[in-house]
């Protein structure tokens, strides 16, 4: 097989990452080792991304000729699920004009005097491009959820910050999203599922090989001691915010080739579906591009 029939098979796993109605979904059903038939090898996969990077690329500039529909990537995961690699893989073929890539980390205090989306919504991709949230507006309700002395320096007034406060930010992110998709915007959403198990070695490798010891922070572990409370607050929000024009594919993230190989294949499939074409010329423009051609034809 080669790397383009990799790729379909790949885009066939893919679609079962895939969730667009939360209703009944829990995080359970979901193994972060994958299931054993999907494991590709990593040669294999390696051929499979390769091939999803020629397609991204070649999408990428059709989606960016034609200037109509924007593409936003969401990743969201535990630390050492992989984000940074997936991000480097799979966008390594496109276009650096077409693409821009955010991380979001805690909020500056000029954020934390803006409303929460605020960060979010001034680099949002605009037509023609594709923007990457390295985590994103959802850490609202993740980390957010999860230690509350982050809600608490928000500078929320206090009058607003009820029980019903969670609920009321997945309300209000599905009608944003809702908005997004409604104004060309193709939304698509990452869990890179990873294991406690899984973690813990690409935690410990970081502390043994010294080329990895810059990607270590205690918080991480920190962080680590709350797991059940993140996947709660994951399931939660999965559950809250999954739709078919915003749909979350929960990744399978213990092999990190099978992982970016399930990525390439969702974001190749997603904008296949959007029917990029190159703008036609109309008549009139084409006999001024042959007046043109003519000119510096006739050029001495
Ligand atoms: P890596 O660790 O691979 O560099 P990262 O995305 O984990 O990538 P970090 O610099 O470790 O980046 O930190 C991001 C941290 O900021 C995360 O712990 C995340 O939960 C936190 N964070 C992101 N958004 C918010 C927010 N709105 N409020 C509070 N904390 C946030
Ligand atoms: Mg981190």
Redesign the pocket.
């Known amino acids: 097989m080669d790397g383009d029939d990799l790729l379909d098979d790949a885009r066939r796993l893919a679609r079962r990452t895939r969730v667009e109605e939360g209703g009944g979904f829990r995080l359970s059903d979901h193994d972060p080792a994958g299931s054993v038939g999907d494991r590709l090898g990593k040669e294999r996969a390696k051929e499979a991304i390769a091939a999803g990077v020629r397609r991204l690329a070649e999408l990428q500039d059709r989606l960016y000729a034609q200037d109509r529909w924007s593409v936003l990537v969401v990743f969201q995961a535990m630390?050492?699920a992989g984000?940074?690699g997936v991000i480097k893989h799979v966008m390594s073929g496109v276009n650096p004009q077409g693409c821009e890539v955010h991380?979001?980390?805690?909020?500056s205090d000029e954020e934390l005097d803006h409303d929460?989306m605020w960060r979010c919504a001034r680099v949002l991709p605009s037509r023609g491009k594709i923007g990457i949230f390295?985590?994103s507006y959802y850490?609202?309700v993740?980390?957010?959820r999860v230690r509350r002395e982050?809600l608490r320096a928000q500078k929320l007034p206090p009058s607003l910050v009820t029980e019903r406060i969670w609920e009321e930010r997945f309300e209000d992110i599905r009608a944003w999203e809702k908005h997004l998709a409604r104004n060309g915007t193709r939304i698509l959403k990452f869990f890179l599922n990873v294991s406690p198990a899984e973690q813990k070695r690409r935690f410990l490798e970081r502390l043994e090989d010294p080329e990895k010891h810059w990607?270590f922070?205690e918080?991480?572990v920190r962080?680590r001691g709350r797991w059940d409370e993140y996947m709660q607050a994951y399931e939660e929000a999965i559950r809250a915010t999954s739709a078919p024009h915003a749909p979350w594919h929960v990744v399978p993230a213990d092999d990190k080739w099978l992982c970016r190989t399930l990525v390439a294949a969702t974001i190749v499939e997603a904008l296949e579906g959007l029917d990029l074409q190159y703008p036609k010329v109309s008549p009139e423009r084409r006999g001024e591009l042959d007046a043109a051609r003519r000119s510096l034809l006739e050029e001495a």
């Open positions: 630390d050492a984000k940074d991380p979001f980390k805690a909020p929460w390295n985590r850490e609202e993740l980390v957010v982050i990607k922070a918080a991480d962080e």
